[in-house]
């Protein structure tokens, strides 16, 4: 990905209404990982079972880039306020 385009993505999301939304999915894509994880763990077909943690791995990226959004936004914030 190109990296300017992931940092005007990531201002775009900071000043975004969207910002409580997205905070309120990230434990709604955690446990949906889980989710996956546990069908895995039940499955006997191997491929079913790799697709199935597949889908949790990319659950709980999804996770944890809007977290780190999050963050990087609320820093952002934080020293807007302390500039002042």
Do not use: F
Not at 12 to 40: F, H, L, M, N
Not at 71 to 82: F, K, P, S, T
């Amino acid at each position: 990905m190109n990296p300017l385009y992931s940092l005007y993505a990531e201002r775009t999301w900071c000043t975004s209404g969207s910002v409580r939304a997205d905070a309120e999915r990230i434990p709604r894509y955690r446990k949906q990982a889980d989710q996956y994880r546990e069908c895995a763990a039940h499955e006997a077909v191997p491929l079913a079972r790799e697709c199935l943690l597949d889908m949790a791995r990319h659950y709980e990226l999804l996770a944890s880039e809007l977290e780190a959004s999050a963050l990087n936004c609320a820093v952002d914030q934080l020293a807007g306020i302390e500039a002042h």
